[in-house]
């Protein structure tokens, strides 16, 4: 199974910029999406970006397109998400995830039950 640990997050101000990282172990042949999730306090996790971690094949969430970046690290085992003009309504915890055997097989993979092997998450805080 693939364990993922996030990083990056902390206290900013809008306008701000971050990089949170998602390092993984475990990765294997069957492991075709790496995502990255949000949950604010109070409501239901929201799927950000989710990258092919083979291909580099990149899905975002219409909410966050533009503003938002994933990337994969080989070298590193990390997939990165950018953050750019953060707003005080990204305010959330971010999850990492990697999808379940069988699932997210070349398309937007937006169901966070597709998804297995979540992080502790990491938490993100923007002021205005």
């Known amino acids: 199974q693939v364990h993922v640990v996030e990083s990056g997050g902390g206290l900013v101000q809008a306008g701000d910029s971050l990089r949170l990282s998602c390092e993984a172990s475990?990765?294997?042949?069957?492991?075709?999406?790496l995502g990255w999730f949000r949950q604010a306090p109070g409501k239901e996790r929201e799927f950000v970006a989710s990258?092919?971690?083979?291909?580099?094949?990149?899905y975002y969430s219409e909410f966050v397109k533009g503003r938002f970046t994933i990337s994969r690290d080989n070298a590193k085992n990390t997939v990165y998400l950018h953050i750019n003009s953060l707003k005080p309504e990204d305010t959330a915890a971010y999850y990492c995830?990697?999808?379940?055997?069988?699932?997210?097989?070349?398309?937007?993979?937006?169901?966070?039950?597709?998804?297995?092997?979540w992080g502790q998450g990491t938490q993100v805080t923007v002021s205005s």
């Open positions: 995830a990697s999808s379940r055997e069988g699932y997210c097989t070349g398309y937007a993979c937006t169901d966070p039950r597709s998804f297995d092997s």
């Open positions: 475990g990765i294997r042949y069957n492991t075709y999406q």
């Open positions: 990258i092919e971690w083979f291909t580099e094949k990149t």
